[in-house]
């Protein structure tokens, strides 16, 4: 295989793929049943044309047979009184008559053969539209389910993490909620036996004696630094040996 062989067969190659993958079989399936019903349409307009033609044709004929009547009866009635050159050209035009019907027959008679072939493909194509029509529906059918089943199976692949990540957060929240549920019920406790102002006064108290002791170990810091600033002051100002 040539080089522009190879590459044309990889082009195709990925085409198809490509097509595979954004093809949908159901509307496929459905285009498919509309252009065979194109098709059917087409053929009965095919038939109706042909006999369209053929009733034109017989219709022609019978008025060249009405005429071939009337030459004849004009032909009688002229040897009736002698006047054979008249009964003749009645005659003549009687006779030409007659090789158009013989000729309009032989076409009727093709166009009948061709009416009737094709009222035969028609009753064919229709027959097999119909059975194609009963595959697709059963092909839809199935597609669909398979990928009603498809994705199922997808949604059931994605559960496992999604259930790990519920059962998480389940968890963080029964816990947050066993610490809330345990609060309450010592804060109860302390209530009903009359210790939780005691805590709560206690709490207070020691934060009281805290900030007093940072309160006084401010007070300490500063007055070490105003004797320090004072002591060297008073040594700057003593008078020298």
Do not use: C, W
Not at 57 to 63: S, V, Y
Not at 143 to 152: D, G, I, L, Q
């Amino acid at each position: 295989m040539s080089l522009l062989g190879r590459l044309a067969f990889t082009i195709r190659s990925k085409l198809s793929a490509l097509i595979n993958r954004t093809s949908d079989p159901a509307s496929e399936l459905d285009y498919s049943y509309e252009q065979l019903r194109d098709e059917l349409q087409n053929v009965t307009r095919a038939v109706a044309d042909v006999t369209t033609q053929k009733k034109r044709l017989e219709i022609h004929r019978r008025r060249l047979r009405e005429n071939v009547e009337t030459y004849d009866g004009q032909a009688r009635a002229a040897m009736r009184q002698d006047r054979e050159d008249l009964a003749r050209r009645a005659v003549e035009k009687k006779q030409a008559h007659v090789s158009q019907i013989t000729e309009l027959s032989e076409q009727i008679s093709n166009l009948q053969a061709t009416q009737d072939q094709l009222v035969g493909k028609r009753a064919e194509l229709s027959s097999q539209i119909e059975q194609f029509r009963t595959r697709k529906e059963t092909v839809k059918a199935r597609y669909e389910a398979a990928e009603a089943s498809a994705r199922v199976s997808e949604a059931f692949t994605g559960v496992g993490t999604t259930l790990d990540d519920v059962g998480r957060t389940m968890e963080r929240a029964t816990e947050r909620t066993e610490r809330m549920e345990a609060r309450a019920a010592a804060l109860e406790e302390l209530a009903e036996t009359g210790q939780l102002e005691n805590v709560l006064e206690e709490g207070d108290d020691i934060d009281r004696e805290l900030d007093r002791l940072s309160t006084e170990r401010s007070v300490e810091n500063e007055l070490d630094t105003l004797r320090t600033e004072l002591a060297g002051e008073e040594r700057a100002t003593e008078p020298a040996d």
